[in-house]
């Protein structure tokens, strides 16, 4: 079973500020098959990315997804009052897991 | 817009039985694959069960004591939840998808207490 292992644990950050999230697999997988959701406190999670770098329509391109090996990155560019949130990879392969989470909070 | 709405959380105890619910909207619900993720109090997400064209799929966690099924007359997912245990307590989602996760209702709790 694949596992996926986040960090930071908690990432201290203040608007405008660009956050660089972690990802990384247990083993080598197939790119096409990574996730990345967001979750505020309350609500249901919401998928920002997919195939590692692709975004469904309506996330804003300051979410971007990318891959180098076992590590997958999320990259918010410039952090909005709204991004402060939990943060989660999902691998969605031949196993599906998901990593622990990062959250992203105001420094 | 696409819209899940699960139902038939409640309060059990150890060892008990539960049928979630869960109605889509706005979809062809016949289409897709839909998805069952749980989370534990204050806890991260775990994948559950999945229904597909090509099958069903479940965690090792639950194999053997949930079942995963659907109407598509009714636009319905179910889960069969038996032998229930503690570590089963947890906000249940119904998802959209067989790979990525496109859209989540908000969730149905369970707990399982004495």
Known sequence: ?107 | EVQLLESGGDLVQPGGSLRLSCAAFEFMFSDYAMTWVRQAPGKGLEWVSTIAAIGTFYADSVKGRFSISRDNSRNTVYLQMNSLRAEDTALYYCVKGLHYLDYWGQGTLVTVSS
């Open chain 1, 1 to 107: 079973e694949i596992v996926l292992t986040q960090s930071p644990d908690t990432l201290s950050l203040s608007p405008g500020e660009r956050a660089i999230l972690s990802c990384r697999t247990s083993q080598s997988v197939w790119r096409r098959y990574l996730a990345w959701y967001q979750q505020k406190p309350g609500q249901a999670p919401r998928l920002l990315i997919y195939g590692s770098s692709n975004r469904p329509t309506g996330i804003p391109d300051r979410f971007s997804g990318s891959v180098s090996g076992t590590e997958f990155t999320l990259t918010i560019s410039n952090l909005e009052p709204e991004d402060f949130a939990v943060y989660f990879c999902h691998f969605y392969g031949t196993s599906r897991t998901f990593g622990q989470g990062t959250k992203v909070d105001v420094k």
